[in-house]
């Protein structure tokens, strides 16, 4: 018998399918660490190009939110990538900014 630490557990094994459930846990926990971590880079590059292009366009983030039909608070969560806004939200918000949306998703990738 060993033990083995993993990520968020402490594991004991015992058998040779100790080791593969053991394995399967830790595969699968780094898996959706990086899922997360693409989501999060993902999220903060949309919201600098947010700011980004509001800035170019000289609008204060009440403008825009006007502009696009959301609360102002709505566009700061966006900026500070604490919101994932639906697809919906984005063609709203490309129109607010009056850029496609290539243009606003412009070095996004998953």
């Given amino acids: 018998?060993?033990?083995?630490?993993?990520?968020y557990s402490y594991f004991t094994i015992d058998?040779?399918?100790d080791i593969c459930d053991t394995l399967s846990v830790v595969i699968l926990s780094a898996f959706m660490y990086d899922l997360k971590m693409e989501k999060k880079?993902?999220?903060e590059k949309l919201a600098q190009n947010i700011r980004?292009?509001?800035l170019e366009?000289?609008?204060s983030q009440e403008e825009l939110s006007a502009l696009a039909g959301f609360d102002?608070?709505?566009?700061s969560l966006l900026e500070r990538a604490k919101r994932n806004p639906s697809f919906y939200n984005l063609v709203k918000l490309s129109k607010?900014?009056?850029v496609s949306l290539s243009e606003l998703l412009k070095e996004v990738e998953v």
């Fill in 52 to 54: 980004r292009i509001r």
């Fill in 72 to 75: 102002r608070t709505y566009i």
């Fill in 15 to 17: 058998t040779p399918s």
């Fill in 41 to 43: 880079i993902a999220l």
């Fill in 1 to 7: 018998m060993s033990n083995c630490h993993g990520m």
């Fill in 57 to 59: 366009r000289d609008l």
């Fill in 96 to 98: 607010g900014l009056n």
